[in-house]
């Protein structure tokens, strides 16, 4: 099972980047799929995640309004489309899987890790 992270990058605060997670190595159906965020010195964080359906989507309070979590299932991949990027969004972003309806927001709850992507905002 491997969960492939991509689309970080360096951008200028009020930017935007949308990161990509592709899942592979056996049917995430039924699973719930999101991403985590750790900066450095500081604990792994939920950001946002949704249910296999999409219909229901959990966003970090600091993220809400700016952030948009959605996936396309026949590609087995979930987006995070970031906007309004602020430096405190600076973090390595981690794709992650939970067998479950629904997202969990502890780190101990995640089945499935991807390798993480590195997220810079400038000031």
């Known amino acids: 099972v491997q969960l492939q992270a991509s689309g970080g990058g360096l951008v200028q605060a009020g930017g935007s980047l949308r990161l990509s997670c592709a899942a592979s190595?056996?049917?995430?159906?039924?699973?719930?799929m999101g991403w985590f965020r750790q900066a450095p010195g500081k604990e792994r964080e939920s950001v946002a995640g949704?249910?296999?359906?999409?219909?229901?989507?959990y966003y970090a309070d600091s993220v809400k309004g700016r952030f948009t979590i959605s996936r396309d299932n026949a590609k087995n991949t979930v987006y995070l489309q970031m906007n309004s990027l602020k430096p405190e969004d600076t973090a390595v972003y981690y794709c992650?899987?939970?067998?479950?309806?629904?997202?969990?927001?502890?780190?101990?709850?995640?089945?499935?890790w991807g390798q993480g992507t590195q997220v810079t905002v400038s000031s």
């Open positions: 992650a899987a939970r067998r479950a309806l629904s997202w969990a927001t502890t780190p101990q709850r995640i089945d499935y």
């Open positions: 190595g056996r049917t995430f159906s039924g699973y719930a």
């Open positions: 949704t249910t296999w359906s999409g219909g229901t989507t």
